[in-house]
């Protein structure tokens, strides 16, 4: 089966609405949570490519989302094909937390970058305003989830916000097997040679954003065969 024949079903949309009903119920709801749990659920059969995506990203400390901590977020938004950069944006989060070592030597990040930034509180705002109507795009979504949650969870005891989610990695991951194609190198800039798209600086919030929105536009593009595809095709389970 071609990831292209899947159908996200009734019931699982169903259960996002109540578990969004749920949420609006807990006390105390910041006003961007409120406003992105109120927002209507898009057209589950209308074309990807027409619905507004928030393309984003998180550069962390670690893997770990109750010992690590978000150092910065990145995003970018999408829609009609089309990457609006005038839409990009970048927050360095000023935690208190020391950044090790060896995130670091992987995303450049030092204290010093670190000093100026905003709080995570008011980064995670930004965030769901700029979320709310759109779909969440990310690569990799086990790590930005896990964050969300563990923030989430910090000030309201639960988890499991109910978002949709594309991820370009497990979009990548899905075709492969379809294809009877074993790839172990799935990383962003892996499969952005792979659509021949040129390479970026990684590890950068920001610059991951907008690389992630263009290998959506690119597997999409190579799959589209000049038809229309549906968003129930691109969400994650």
């Given at each position: 089966m071609s990831f292209l024949s899947r159908?996200?079903?009734?019931?699982?949309i169903t259960r996002l609405q109540t578990e969004r009903e749920q949420w609006l119920r807990?006390?105390?709801l910041s006003y961007a949570l409120k406003q992105l749990l109120e927002a209507p659920l898009p057209d589950f059969n209308a074309t990807v490519t027409h619905?507004?995506?928030l393309v984003f990203d998180f550069e962390t400390s670690g893997?770990?989302?109750n010992t690590d901590c978000i150092l910065s977020i990145g995003s970018v938004v999408a829609e009609n094909g089309q990457i609006g950069l005038a839409s990009a944006q970048h927050h360095y989060i000023s935690s208190g937390n020391p950044v090790?070592?060896?995130s670091a030597i992987i995303n450049h990040?030092?204290?010093?970058?670190?000093?100026d930034g905003?709080?995570?509180d008011k980064a995670m705002e930004a965030l769901f305003t700029s979320l709310t109507g759109r779909v969440a795009v990310v690569h990799g979504r086990m790590v930005e989830r896990a964050f969300i949650n563990?923030?989430?969870f910090k000030r309201y005891g639960r988890e499991g916000l109910p978002l949709l989610w594309i991820d370009t990695l497990e979009l990548e991951r899905r075709h492969q097997q379809a294809a009877r194609r074993i790839q172990n190198d799935l990383r962003l800039s892996s499969i952005r040679r792979d659509y021949n798209l040129p390479d970026y600086p990684a590890h950068h919030a920001l610059c991951d954003a907008v690389a992630t929105a263009e290998v959506l536009l690119a597997q999409i593009g190579a799959r589209s065969h000049g038809h229309d595809l549906l968003l129930n095709a691109f969400l994650c389970d």
């Open positions: 159908i996200f079903p009734p019931s699982r807990v006390p105390g619905l507004p995506w893997l770990d989302a090790n070592a060896r990040i030092t204290p010093e970058m670190l000093r905003v709080t995570l563990a923030w989430i």
